[in-house]
């Protein structure tokens, strides 16, 4: 393509090397686990999605506990995160037993959603007719229906509670580099001087997207936008705003203030972006800022606030202890152990991962004490958030 037609820019690159249906990273890869090329919270403790699943139980229960909804998760992975909710409504099912619940998947890679199935169904899935929004479905192992779409849009109208964990720095960026010249994008080249060897230049002039996507008010000299994050944040908010429900979004990023985030994983290793495309996860922090931005106040947003914050406002000590006094042998022990520090210690996985979540406006400020600062709202607070950002 390169050869074909010149240098492409940087999102471009990325969701050919991610997601091309023939030789993309996910679709043919998929590397989630510790098999894989990197590893992710829900993969490396169950208490993880345990308590993901009794937050959307706290908001369910908050918004008056409706008689259905749907679980949509983006980017599930291998499914892990979805199991380990269903376990908790499972558990929880004299709560939850006069509500009416189904699962909704949106993933592209043909190879995860088949993962996906036997972890969640074992197996029992049927394809779909191309006419029909979803191109799998099925039962899962709970007894809950479950479907498969590939774009977000395919799902549904409905209360839904939304998921995306490690998924939107999976999704293309565009990179921008301030020049005495002003704003010029960072495209991918083939490098002249070596060939089959990429590398990346800066374009000659301003291209659509430097028009497009640069704040005028913007300080940093070198800036990453990712605008599918920002169509699909949209997306939800605009469904949460119709339908109700909540999106509940887990990634590391930055509020606006990172540079150059733009790398790769291989093997558990940091690995070149430009070489062997489609070998290699490719990733960059999530901005959140620009996420709430793009909700356009029609989702109230809250955070993002860090994952170890997160996880200990949800409870995980206890949890821990719990699983501790339960388990007999060392071994286990230990694992419960080593996974806590993976998820809280702020040198690993504490402090770079955050959560962020969309809401209905209802649920933060009662809509007719909106105007009267001092009355106080009897809403209940909102699970995992310590400290509660209307914005
Ligand atoms: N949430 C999982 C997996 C994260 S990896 C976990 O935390 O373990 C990213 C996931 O998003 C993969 O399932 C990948 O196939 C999927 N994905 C990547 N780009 C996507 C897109 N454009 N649309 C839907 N799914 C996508």
């Not at 979803?134 to 774009?151: H, L, N, Q, S, V």
């Not at 699909?232 to 990172?258: M, N, P």
Request: charged share 25%; glycine share 8%.
């Amino acid at each position: 393509k390169l050869r074909a037609s010149g240098p492409v820019t940087v999102a471009e690159y990325m969701r050919e090397a991610l997601t091309n249906p023939g030789q993309g990273y996910y679709t043919c890869r998929g590397g989630v686990g510790e098999s894989g090329d990197f590893i992710t919270s829900p993969e490396i403790s169950q208490v993880f999605g345990e308590l993901i699943g009794i937050w959307y139980i706290s908001e369910w229960m908050a918004m008056g506990k409706p008689n259905t909804f749907q679980l949509v998760e983006l980017g599930p992975g291998r499914g892990t995160l979805t199991e380990d909710i269903l376990r908790v409504f499972k558990q929880l099912a004299s709560v939850l037993s006069k509500c009416d619940v189904s699962v909704h998947l949106v993933e592209v890679s043909p190879k995860l959603s088949e993962i996906q199935a036997v972890m969640l169904t074992g197996g029992k899935v049927q394809p779909n007719p191309e006419d029909k929004s979803a191109y799998m479905e099925g039962i899962t192992k709970t007894g809950i229906p479950i479907f498969w779409y590939r774009d977000i849009q395919d799902v549904p109208p409905g209360y839904s509670f939304y998921l995306a964990h490690e998924f939107f720095d999976a999704l293309p960026i565009h990179k921008f580099q301030r020049t005495e010249k002003g704003w010029r994008e960072v495209l991918v080249d083939i490098d002249p001087e070596v060939p089959d060897q990429l590398r990346f230049v800066l374009s000659p002039s301003r291209t659509p997207a430097t028009q497009n996507f640069i704040q005028p008010e913007e300080t940093r000299d070198h800036v990453e936008v990712c605008p599918e994050a920002g169509v699909i944040v949209q997306r939800l908010a605009s469904r949460i705003e119709k339908d109700g429900g909540a999106a509940l979004v887990a990634d590391y990023g930055h509020d606006g203030t990172k540079t150059d985030t733009f790398r790769g994983f291989r093997n558990h290793k940091l690995h070149d972006v430009l070489s062997a495309p489609g070998t290699a996860d490719l990733t960059a922090d999530v901005d959140f800022s620009y996420l709430r931005k793009m909700a356009q106040g029609r989702a109230a947003t809250l955070g993002p606030i860090k994952q170890r914050e997160f996880l200990k406002n949800m409870g995980i000590d206890l949890r821990l202890q719990v699983l501790l006094q339960n388990s007999g042998d060392t071994a286990t022990r230990k694992q419960l152990l080593h996974s806590y520090d993976m998820l809280m210690n702020p040198e690993k996985m504490g402090d770079c991962f955050n959560f962020f979540a969309l809401l209905p406006h209802h649920r933060l400020v009662h809509p007719d004490k909106k105007d009267k600062s001092d009355s106080k709202s009897p809403l209940p607070p909102v699970a995992g958030f310590n400290e509660l950002l209307l914005k």
